[in-house]
């Protein structure tokens, strides 16, 4: 009699509930820690790796999940400092408007070039942002309101929505944190969202997502605006934290700094460019008091990181937990 050969069945999946939980976990004691933890350590030190993690992930939006990468984001993220800092000290409107006037122009920056850049792929792509960028640069160093090469400084703080003092600086830390666990959120929502699906789906297969009916190009567009609209509202935060606005903000550097960030984290993880700005920030600000000179000791140890962390440091953490972080 013959005998059935029975086909190996693989274990099931992990279910996805028990995974969910577990990023509900860690996200309530990061925020936990996050809240804890101007009362043991210099309050503008996070406020500042804040921003920077609010412009990483901003940055990631656009590498990570569309497959897009620009030279050019420094524009958004200093020209929205620009803007805010100028509003807030000229025009002396209240710290709710002078940041909502940087966000705003960020994403209409962010909609021109990129309405011209994404006609471009690959390489093409992010010379076209950088160019643009450096254009903008020289009109921030020329402009008669940025203040050249001295930047606009005394940027008043103000009180938001005229009852929170921000010049008290565990005011402007909670400000901070709640306009980076919103920008995060609002990520993470548009990463898992049905739009989030089809900007995957574009940066594994951009033939395949075309021959669905998808328009590709309106899409690539969308996620730049969004992207560049988010790293502007990090921009406006640290013009008002730092009460400055200067060219380094949008100088091509920075630019690269956000590149480095979200590559030492790990592209395309949720949690992996914030991992990479506090990296970064602390870097800096240690080799700040020594000798040392602070790009190389920081170049030094991106090449470790991406000798040993192939994915980014998140990124091979979630490898091997077999978690989406």
């Known amino acids: 009699m013959a005998t059935e050969t029975q086909t190996p069945v693989a274990a099931p999946a992990p279910s996805g509930g028990v995974g969910q939980r577990a990023w509900l ?3 309530l004691i990061a925020l936990v820690l996050l ?3 101007p009362f043991v350590i210099y309050p503008v030190f996070l406020m500042k790796a804040l921003c920077f993690a609010l412009f990483a992930c901003a940055f990631n939006l656009l590498i990570g999940y569309v497959g897009l990468l620009s030279f050019g984001h420094a524009a958004f993220f200093g020209g929205a400092a620009y803007v805010t800092a100028h509003a807030a000290k000229v025009w002396l409107l209240p710290p709710e408007l002078a940041i909502l006037l940087g966000t705003l122009f960020a994403g209409v920056c962010g909609a021109a070039v990129g309405a011209l850049a994404i006609r471009r792929q690959g ?3 992010a010379m076209t942002t950088l160019a643009l ?7 921030f160093l020329q402009a008669p309101f940025t203040g050249g090469e001295d930047g606009i400084q005394g940027v008043p703080r103000g009180h938001l929505f005229g009852l929170l003092d921000l010049n008290d600086p565990y005011a ?3 400000t901070v944190l709640a306009i980076f ?3 995060f959120w609002f990520i993470h929502r548009i990463v898992h969202s049905p739009f989030g699906q089809v900007l995957k789906a574009i940066r594994e297969n951009e033939q395949r997502a075309t021959s669905l009916g998808y328009d590709v190009s309106r899409y690539k567009l969308m996620a730049f605006i969004l992207s ?8 406006s935060t640290k013009a008002l934290v730092f009460q400055l606005a200067t060219l380094t903000d949008v100088q091509w550097q920075m630019s690269g700094e956000v590149v480095l960030m979200t590559l030492l984290g790990g592209i395309g993880t949720t949690t992996g460019p914030v991992i990479g700005a506090f990296l970064v920030v602390m870097l800096q600000n240690y080799l ?3 000798a040392l000179p602070a790009t190389v000791v920081i170049g030094i140890v991106f090449i470790i990181c991406v000798l040993v962390f192939r994915r980014g440091i998140m990124g091979e953490i979630g490898h091997l937990l077999r978690w989406k972080l």
């Open 288 to 290: 700040a008091t020594t």
């Open 172 to 174: 402007m830390y909670f």
């Open 228 to 235: 560049a609209t988010l790293a502007g509202l990090a921009g």
């Open 25 to 27: 976990f860690v996200s």
């Open 123 to 125: 390489i093409y792509f």
């Open 181 to 183: 666990v919103g920008g």
């Open 133 to 139: 960028s450096q254009m903008l640069f020289f009109v």
């Open 35 to 37: 809240a804890l933890a």
